[in-house]
């Protein structure tokens, strides 16, 4: 059983910048493609970023192109993600997900393909 938590949500302003992390245990951190969704209140849950096995491929929705970046460190069985140029757009419960079953270089873009959640971290973006 793998096990995600979050962290690094926070109320800021339009304009600032987040870093958000979301720690892995239970399983073999490289064994695992790694994505970042988003919730906000009424909408479903969208794919934000997301991540290789070993890092080497990365995916994001266009509408964070640019803004944010995604990155691992399989060291420390950690992902991350940093937000930059915030938008009150991108107030959302932001879930970190892991897949075990990608192949090295792929990314997992769907959230069917995600086995694994995280119970979320609220970020809030005032104007």
């Known amino acids: 059983q793998v096990r995600l938590v979050e962290s690094g949500g926070g109320l800021v302003q339009a304009g600032d910048s987040l870093r958000l992390s979301c720690a892995a245990s239970?399983?073999?951190?490289?064994?695992?493609?790694m994505g970042w969704f988003r919730q906000a209140p009424g909408k479903e849950r969208e794919l934000v970023a997301a991540i290789s096995r070993f890092g080497a491929t990365t995916s994001y929705a266009d509408f964070v192109k640019g803004r944010f970046t995604i990155s691992r460190d399989n060291r420390d069985n950690t992902v991350s993600m940093q937000m930059n140029s915030l938008k009150p757009e991108d107030t959302a419960v932001y879930y970190c997900?892991?897949?075990?079953?990608?192949?090295?270089?792929?990314?997992?873009?769907?959230?069917?393909?995600?086995?694994?959640w995280g119970q979320g971290t609220q970020v809030t973006v005032s104007s």
């Open positions: 997900a892991a897949d075990p079953r990608c192949p090295r270089r792929w990314v997992a873009t769907a959230g069917g393909e995600y086995d694994y």
């Open positions: 239970g399983r073999t951190f490289t064994d695992l493609a």
